[in-house]
């Protein structure tokens, strides 16, 4: 629970505004016990000072000009000379009459007291008050002044859970943008709005992005240069075999047609890495946005199936559309050609002959989806997530080179788009992949 910066905080100033709040309230605790004792004392003193005896119908009885509530009080009257009091309230126990003047605190009959003792012209006066009852009463007054805490305390740690999560919201959100990160998208987050302290933690993270970038695409240009290079001389040999052809005896021809082809896998091979470095290049730039025109995806769909018409008929697959909606997407319109050959080209290539292919093209709210549904075997389930890797191919002895869908997530990914290959699952072996591209509004993506 404490690995959380967010608990960390709260506990840590939750402990620290309550320890002060309970000092606060034991400090105020004190001074309002110390501060009631001395109201206490002054009205004692008050009483005697102002006290008079008066004798009332044969009863003598005391007044005060303060119309203090005097029931907690005793109070005695000794007149100079007699030996009994001249005047005691009910019940009064018996006062040290030679207590010194002023405060004292005298034990009376086992009991703590507290006793003002006044001396007037002709008479002695004597208030006093049980220590109990006094600290009953200071008890009851600076209990009081606890309530505003106890009240506080926890609004204190409500508000401190409230400003500690909203600050770390901010971190949340920056996690969120650091984790939709990936090759394809490699941003740099954004500064504005963001908290001074958390500055130099996302420029190091930009920083690094900047770094990230750099290297991939000094990986992309290697291999784009690499293949340019080794297409001159495959393309110089394979017109050197193309010419030696007519003179290899009749012997050799098969072991010279497995050379061949050999050849031209090669420069299939090369073909292809060419065409995945320039997919994976950043899509900026100018020529991209020259090149970029409104695509109408029916076409592209229609120009696939008559590419691998022929090869389909050869081979007794029924290849056609059933569903065509009428989309277009804002794009290079090779790139769109591309993902849809590709897919085609899959279908065609790992369905067995007399398979059935159907491809679709719907509108899903703002995305178009282009599907390609084919008979073929289908792929394992725990090879799936795969078959986007590059030079990634299920069976070693299939002709392909394992980056035909690479390019396609390449190429899609550009476009804000997403691909998928699942199983078919109705029963049925076969695979569905589904590509899905925003659709064109207003000539732009
Ligand atoms: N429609 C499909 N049916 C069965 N397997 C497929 C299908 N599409 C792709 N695969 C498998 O995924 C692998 C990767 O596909 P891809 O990247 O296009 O490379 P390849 O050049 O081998 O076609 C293929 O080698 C194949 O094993
Ligand atoms: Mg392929």
Redo the contacts with the bound molecule.
Sequence with gaps: MLKSLRNQLVLAIGVVVSLFALLQGASSYHFSVTGTSALLDRRMETLATHLRVDFNEGILTFSTPTATDTHDLSVVVWKNGEALPAFANEPSPLLPRDAPLGFTTPVLDGEKWRLYTRRRPDQLVQVAQRMSVRHEIEKRASTRTLWPIFVLIPLVWIAVLVVVSRSLRQLNRLGRQVRRIDANRLQALPLTGVPNELLPFIRSINLMIERLAHSIETERKFIADAAHELRTPLTALQLQADNLQREIAPGNRERFRELQGGITRSSNLISQLLRLARADAPPTGQSMTRAMASVDIAAAVVNAIADVLPIAMQRNIDIGADEMADARVYAIALDIDTVVK?LV???V???PDGGKIDLSTRVRGTTVDIEVK?T????DETLLPR??DRF????AD?E???????IVKAIVTRYDGTVS?RNRGDGQS??V?TVSLPVERDGTV
């Design positions: 590709n080209g899959n279908a290539r790992y369905t084919d073929g075997p289908g792929i078959v986007f990634f191919r299920v069976s299939s392909g080179s394992g980056l035909g869908l690479s290959l076969g695979i992949a």
